[in-house]
């Protein structure tokens, strides 16, 4: 194992070790520093490192989650290959470590709520579903639609990076990466019920909303269309676009509309400039859905 330096104080090292029973670090303690140069270092074993990246799967859970464990006595941080009862207090416990002594007591706490922990990660499971969904997205763009060119005009084209410089693509992964769990899910969920909906009248477009504390520069609008040509489809969700970016007053818009079995997704301009009838349809398109406000915790 080879330390340098350089590494950035926000920061996080983590070493992975694979092993299949819980071994004791301690006795090279000397060896082995929890923290280097200012950036704190974790130490898991590769099976447990793995499964807290599938379980949490985005970047500002897992380092939250590092940090938390870190107030665990130092003797508790060298201790690997026992992340399992660690995750299940950290989810029982509302994404939190407050009030947990160490591994002994998480391991307690743990095993006095077997069934409302089996419940919470039932519906964490269910929740995840959609988070999925957002993740297929985001997947997609990785790959340009050899036939994305069909059909369309020269102004909607022209919209398009070239094929060797794709860097608009990167972006709208990352708009999607850089959102947490629950926001995903919430996200796949909202373009799930679009789906539904267009699903049951057989053709037209729909089409949601949704904001996160988080993200407060950023408005998503996600939505489904059947049956409606891809150049007024692309025309419709640029007039969304801005006009959800006038009506929330967000200076970033993403769109995500699954076109029976294909996705377009488009991803507003910097500094855009929008105009009062940008206002005024953001106000015909928005200013009557229903709005649903509820907190988004890290338990389930």
Known sequence: MEFKDGLSPISHGVVAVEVFQPVDLQPDADKLP???????????SVND????TVLLRSMPELMEYLAERRTFPPADLRLIGDEETLFSFY???????????????????????????????KRKFEADRYAFLLEHVADELAERNPHYADDLPPHILAAYAA????????EMQAALADLRLRERAELGRAL?????RVE????????????FDSMP???????????????????????????????YDKPKCLVVVDREQS????????????????LEAGKRLFGELRVISRPLHFSY
């Open 49 to 52: 490192f793995l499964n807290l």
């Open 163 to 170: 094929a060797d410089a794709r860097r608009n693509y990167i």
């Open 91 to 121: 989810l029982l416990n509302d994404g939190s470590f407050a009030g947990c002594a160490g591994r002994a007591d998480a391991r307690n706490a743990v095993a006095a709520q077997q069934d409302r922990l089996k419940a919470s990660l």
């Open 217 to 247: 520069e950023w408005v998503y609008v996600v939505g489904a269309a059947r049956g409606v040509d891809r150049t007024e489809l692309f025309s419709r969700m640029f007039v969304l676009m801005r006009g959800a970016m006038a009506f």
């Open 200 to 211: 049951d009248k057989g053709s037209g477009f729909t089409f949601r909303t949704a904001r």
């Open 192 to 196: 799930h019920g679009a789906e539904g």
């Open 34 to 44: 929890l923290e280097y140069h200012g950036v704190p270092i974790t130490y898991l």
């Open 263 to 278: 996705y377009e997704v488009a991803l507003s301009r910097p500094h855009p400039e929008l105009s009062p009838a940008d």
